[in-house]
C-alpha cells in the first residue's frame, strides 16, 4: 500500500540518507582506451572463440586415449591451452623524477592505493631506490629485493670516497686563495657541486657504516684511498649475512596481507635508522619489486619508479639511463606543474631522448589543484570576463544560500514547529540544499575551468620548449592532481566521479592501458588467425587419417607424398639454407661495412681523440675536477657545456654513419629476401601435395587436402615468428648503434673511460691537477679507439649469436609440430588409433565442424573490425593532417594581422586573440 505522510523533519531526511546503500567509484568500470583490443566485438570474439575451444575440449576428453601417450592426446593438451588464452606481454611505463615532485603520491593514485608507496620526509639519498609494481592476483602485497653485487658496491664506494674527499681538498684551497676576481672565486657552482655529492658521500657511508666510522673516524679523512676502499668493502663483507648475503639471485620475498604493513616495510628498507648499531639498507639495494593487485596492472602493465638524472649517486643515474634507453616502453618525466617548463629533470630526460632518438617519453604534471581564480584572473586576460562572471555567480549563491540559513535559524528560534508549519519548513530546508548544491556546482565550475585552461597553458607550453623531442603525433603531457583525487576517492560514486575526472589520473591511467592494448591485440589475432586455425586442421587431419579402408597402393601413395613434404622441409634447416645461414651473412656483413673500416681509421680518430683531450688541459682545476667526477660531462651555470665522450669521439661518429646505413639497408634486404624464402618454399609444396591429391581416391584426396591447408596455416605461422626474430634484431642493432655512438655512461666509449674518470677523481692534495690530467690524457692517447671496436664487434656478435639461436628455436618448434602432423597420416599406430573408434571418431568430425561455422563466423567480424579500424585510421591522419595545414594558414594569418594591426587597432587584436585562444582551448579539452 502508499500511504502519504508529512514531509519528513530534518531528522528523519538524515535517517533516510543513512540507510541508502553508499556506492562508490569503481576503478574497473572506468572507460577503457580508444584501442581495437578493448572494442566489444573483439572481446566478443574471444570469448566465444575459447568457449569453442572448451567444446573441443570436451568431446576430446571423451575418449580413452585422450590419457594416454596418444596423438589424440596431444590435441587434448593443444585444445586445453587454447582454451584458456589469455594475452602475456606487458609492457613496462617508467616514471622518473626528483624527490619531493609527488611522484610517490602519482603511483599511489594509478594503482588507487592510498598510502602505499611513500617517500622519506628528510628527502634524502634513500629515496632514489629503483621498483617496479607488478599484478599478481592474491590480495596480498609481496616485496622481492635484488641487491647490489660486492662489485658494484665497490664501484660506488670508490665515486663516493673521491667525491667526499675532492671536498675537502677543495674547502682548503678554496680558504687559502678566496678573493674576489679570482677563478675560484667566480667558479662558485663548482664549489656547490662538491659539496652536495660530499654530502651524498657522507649520508650514504653513515647509512651503511654508522657504527664502524664512529669507531674509526680516520677511514674517510687520512687513511689513503686505496686502504679506505680496501676498508669498507671489508665491512661490507661483514654485513653479508645481514644484508641476504648482497647476492641478487638470492631474492628476498617477503609478503604482507595490507597496504600499510607493506608501505611501513617498504619505508624501513628505504630509510634511514636512528640506530648507531643498526646499518641502513637502502645503499645496498639495487631494486624493489611489489607484486599485488591492482587493476591497472592487471592490463599487463609494469610501473617502474626511477630516480631523476640530477639524482647525485651516479650508480641509480646509470640504471635510470639503462631503463630509459633499453627497458621502459613508455617514460614519464615527473614534475610539479608551475616549473615543469623549466625543470631541469625534465630537461635532462628529454635531452636522453633526443640523444637516443626515443620519442616514447612524456611529461606528467602534478598538483594541478594549485591554481586560484583571483590570481589568475591577472594572468590571464583573456579569461578575466569569464572568470569574473563565475565569481560573481557564486557570491550570488553564497548570499541566497545565506538567507535560507537565517530564515532556517529564525524558525529554529522559535521552538517546536507546528503541525500546519511542517510544510513550509521542508520547503525552505529542500531551497536551502538546492542552494547550497548549486553554490558547490558553481565552484566546481569555476575550478574546472581555471585548472582546465592552465592545462592547457601548461600543456602548449610544454610543447612549444620540447617541440625538437616530439613524435609526430606530438608530446604527451599530462596534468594531474593527486589531491584532488584522494579528496574524493572515498565519497559516493555520484559527488565523486566529477572531481576524479578533473584530477587527469583516470585519463592518465587509460593511456598507461593503452600501451599494452597493441600488445595484446597483435596476440590475440594470432591466437585466432593462426593458433586455433592450426589446431583445427590438424584435428580433420586425424579424422582423415582414420576414414576409409586403405589398401597398401593407398597408403603407400601418402606415404610418399608425405616424405616428399618433410625432404623439402628439411631444405630450410640445413647448413646450407640461406635461412639458418642468414646469422653468419650479417654477421659477415657487419664485418666487411663498419668493423674492417673502424680498423683502417683507427690511427686517424685516436689522434682526434687526443687532440680533443689537449683542449681540456687549460681548463681551471675544479672545473677539470668536477668533470672527471661527472664522467666527462657537466654543465655550469652559466649553461657552457662540456661532454669529453662526445668530443672524443664526434669525427668517428660522424665518418661511421654512412656504414650504419649500408649495413640497415643489408639486414632489410636479408629479411626480405628469407620471407620470401618461407613463402617459396610452402608455395611449392602446396602446389605439390594439391596435385598429388587431385583426381586420386577420397580416401587419398582428403588427408591431402587437409594437409596443404594445414601447411598453408603454418607458413604464416613460420613467416610471422621470422619477421618478429628479424625485427627484434633490427632493435638490437639499433641499440648497438646507439651504444657505440652516443657519448652518455651507459655508452661503450662511457664504459671504456669510466675506470679513467674514477682513478683521476680519486686523485687530491699537491700535484692532484696534474696526476689527473696525466690519467685523462692516457686514456684518451691509449687503444681508446681500437678496446671501442673490439667491444663493438663483441656485442654485435653476441647478438648474431642470439638471433641464430631464436631462428633454429623457432623452426625446430614448427617444424616438429608439422613432422607430428606428418606423422598422423603416415604413422600405423596414429591410423589404427583412429581407426579403433569410428564412433569418437564421428563424434569429433562432427563438433569440429560446428565449431569449424562457428570460428569462420568469428572470424569474418573480426576481419571486418580491423578492416575498419585501418581505415579510420588513414581518415583520421589525412583528417589531422588537413586540420594542421588549415591552423598553420590560420596561424600565419593571425600573426600577419596582428602585425599590421599592432599600433592602431589593439583591442581589435585583443578580441581576435581571444576567439583564437578559446577555440584552441575547446579542442584541448574535447581531446
Request: overall charge negative; proline content about 2%; aromatic content about 6%.
Amino acid at each position: 500500500m502508499n500511504h502519504e505522510s508529512p514531509s519528513p523533519s530534518p531528522s528523519r531526511n538524515r535517517r533516510s540518507a543513512s540507510a541508502t546503500p553508499r556506492v562508490l567509484y569503481k576503478v574497473d568500470e572506468e572507460e577503457p582506451p580508444q584501442s581495437l583490443y578493448y572494442r566489444h566485438d573483439i572481446q566478443s570474439a574471444i570469448k566465444e572463440t575459447k568457449k569453442a575451444m572448451r567444446q573441443m575440449v570436451d568431446v576430446l576428453s571423451s575418449s580413452d586415449s585422450a590419457l594416454q601417450g596418444s596423438s589424440i592426446r596431444g590435441l587434448h593438451e593443444q585444445a586445453v591451452t587454447l582454451s584458456k588464452f589469455e594475452p602475456q606481454s606487458t609492457r613496462i611505463v617508467g616514471l622518473v623524477g626528483d624527490s619531493g615532485v609527488g611522484k610517490s603520491s602519482l603511483i599511489n593514485s594509478l594503482l588507487d592505493k592510498k598510502g602505499l608507496a611513500t617517500t622519506n620526509g628528510s628527502g634524502r639519498a634513500c629515496t632514489c631506490v629503483v621498483t617496479e609494481y607488478h599484478y599478481h592476483q592474491e590480495d596480498s602485497f609481496v616485496i622481492g629485493i635484488e641487491y647490489f653485487t660486492l662489485h658494484e658496491l665497490r664501484e660506488q664506494f670508490e665515486e663516493l670516497l673521491a667525491a667526499y674527499r675532492d671536498r675537502q681538498t677543495e674547502t682548503a684551497s678554496t680558504t687559502a686563495a678566496k678573493r674576489p676576481g679570482s677563478e675560484n672565486h667566480h667558479d662558485s657552482e663548482n664549489c656547490k657541486d662538491l659539496k652536495r655529492k660530499a654530502d651524498l658521500a657522507l649520508d650514504t657511508f653513515e647509512a651503511c657504516f654508522k657504527h664502524n666510522l664512529a669507531q674509526n673516524p680516520e677511514v674517510l679523512g687520512q687513511m689513503s684511498s686505496r686502504d679506505a676502499l680496501n676498508m669498507l668493502m671489508e665491512w661490507a663483507n661483514e654485513m653479508i649475512p645481514l644484508q641476504g648475503q648482497l647476492n641478487p639471485d638470492i631474492g628476498l620475498r617477503e609478503t604482507f596481507h595490507g597496504v600499510k604493513e607493506c608501505s611501513e616495510r617498504f619505508r624501513i628498507l628505504t630509510s634511514e635508522t636512528e640506530e648507531l648499531s643498526r646499518a641502513c639498507r637502502w645503499p645496498f639495494i639495487k631494486k624493489i619489486q611489489v607484486h599485488l593487485k591492482a587493476n591497472i596492472l592487471s592490463k599487463g602493465l609494469i610501473i617502474a619508479d626511477l630516480p631523476g638524472l640530477r639524482d647525485r649517486n651516479l650508480a641509480r643515474v646509470k640504471i635510470t639511463e639503462t631503463y630509459v634507453r633499453d627497458i621502459c616502453h613508455q617514460v614519464f618525466a615527473v614534475a610539479e606543474i608551475g616549473r615543469a617548463i623549466t625543470d631541469l629533470s625534465v630537461k635532462e630526460i628529454l635531452e636522453l631522448a633526443r640523444k637516443t632518438s626515443r620519442h616514447n617519453v612524456g611529461i606528467i604534471c602534478t598538483h594541478s589543484e594549485d591554481v586560484h581564480a583571483s590570481e589568475q584572473r591577472n594572468n590571464w586576460p583573456k579569461e578575466r570576463e569569464s572568470i569574473d562572471s563565475m565569481l560573481s555567480e557564486i557570491r550570488h549563491a553564497k548570499e541566497t544560500e545565506q538567507e535560507l540559513s537565517d530564515e532556517k535559524a529564525n524558525w529554529d528560534a522559535q521552538g517546536e514547529i507546528l503541525q500546519e508549519d511542517l510544510s513550509i519548513y521542508s520547503t525552505l530546508i529542500i531551497k536551502r540544499e538546492k542552494a547550497r548544491q548549486a553554490k558547490e556546482a558553481l565552484e566546481f565550475n569555476l575550478r574546472k575551468h581555471i585548472i582546465t585552461v592552465r592545462n592547457h597553458e601548461v600543456s602548449k607550453g610544454l610543447k612549444a620548449a620540447y617541440q625538437d623531442v616530439s613524435h609526430e603525433r606530438g608530446l604527451k603531457s599530462f596534468c594531474i592532481s593527486n589531491t584532488l583525487y584522494w579528496e574524493n576517492r572515498e565519497k559516493p560514486v555520484n559527488t565523486s566521479t566529477p572531481f576524479l575526472q578533473l584530477s587527469g589520473i583516470p585519463r592518465l591511467r587509460q593511456y598507461c592501458t593503452s600501451i599494452v592494448a597493441e600488445s595484446h591485440l597483435h596476440e590475440s589475432l594470432q591466437y585466432m588467425e593462426n593458433q586455433v586455425p592450426v589446431f583445427l586442421a590438424s584435428t580433420q587431419l586425424w579424422v582423415d587419417a582414420g576414414s576409409g579402408n586403405r589398401n597398401a597402393e593407398v597408403k603407400q601413395q601418402i606415404v610418399d607424398t608425405v616424405s616428399t613434404v618433410e625432404q623439402r622441409l628439411e631444405k630450410l634447416t640445413s647448413p646450407v639454407s640461406d635461412l639458418t645461414s642468414v646469422a653468419e651473412v650479417l654477421r659477415t656483413g657487419f664485418y666487411e661495412v663498419v668493423v674492417s673500416y673502424m680498423e683502417s681509421r683507427k690511427h686517424q680518430w685516436t689522434k682526434d681523440a687526443e687532440r680533443a683531450s689537449r683542449g681540456w688541459e687549460s681548463l681551471y682545476h675544479s672545473t677539470y675536477a668536477t668533470i672527471c667526477r661527472n664522467y666527462g660531462n657537466f654543465t655550469n651555470r652559466k649553461r657552457v657545456s662540456y661532454n669529453w665522450n662526445e668530443e672524443a669521439t664526434k669525427s668517428m661518429n660522424k665518418q661511421l654513419s654512412a656504414k650504419w646505413e649500408a649495413f640497415q639497408e643489408i639486414l632489410q634486404n636479408e629479411r626480405s629476401h628469407n620471407i620470401t624464402l618461407i613463402k617459396d618454399t610452402f608455395d611449392a609444396i602446396d602446389k605439390m601435395v594439391k596435385v598429388a591429391g587431385e583426381g586420386s581416391h577420397p580416401s587419398v584426396r582428403e588427408p591431402l587436402f587437409a594437409l596443404a591447408s594445414l601447411l598453408c596455416q603454418r607458413k604464416w605461422i613460420i613467416s610471422d615468428q621470422i619477421k618478429k626474430i628479424l625485427d627484434e634484431f633490427s632493435d638490437q642493432v639499433q641499440r648497438i648503434k646507439e651504444d657505440a655512438t652516443l657519448p652518455v655512461r651507459t655508452s661503450i666509449i662511457g664504459q671504456l673511460l669510466e675506470s679513467f674518470y674514477c682513478s683521476a677523481s680519486l686523485e687530491s692534495g699537491n700535484g692532484g691537477h696534474q696526476i689527473r690530467k696525466s690519467i685523462i690524457k692516457s686514456a684518451f692517447v691509449s687503444e681508446l679507439i681500437e678496446e671501442h671496436r673490439e667491444v663493438l664487434y663483441s656485442w654485435f656478435c653476441d647478438a648474431i649469436k642470439r638471433l641464430h639461436k631464436s631462428i633454429k628455436a623457432a623452426l625446430n618448434e614448427q617444424l616438429g609440430l608439422i613432422r607430428a602432423d606428418l606423422n598422423t597420416l603416415r604413422d600405423d599406430n596414429v591410423i589404427e588409433e583412429s581407426e579403433r573408434d569410428p564412433e569418437f571418431r564421428r563424434r569429433l568430425e562432427s563438433k569440429k565442424e560446428k565449431v569449424k561455422k562457428k570460428f569462420y563466423g568469428i572470424r569474418r567480424v573480426v576481419d571486418e573490425a580491423v578492416k575498419g579500424t585501418s581505415d579510420e585510421r588513414k581518415q583520421s591522419d589525412k583528417s589531422s593532417e588537413s586540420e594542421e595545414s588549415k591552423q598553420s594558414d590560420k596561424s600565419n594569418e593571425s600573426e600577419e594581422s596582428d602585425e599590421s594591426e599592432e599600433s592602431d587597432e589593439g583591442e581589435e587584436s585583443d578580441e581576435s586573440e581571444e576567439s583564437d585562444e578559446s577555440e584552441e582551448s575547446d579542442v584541448s579539452m574535447d581531446g
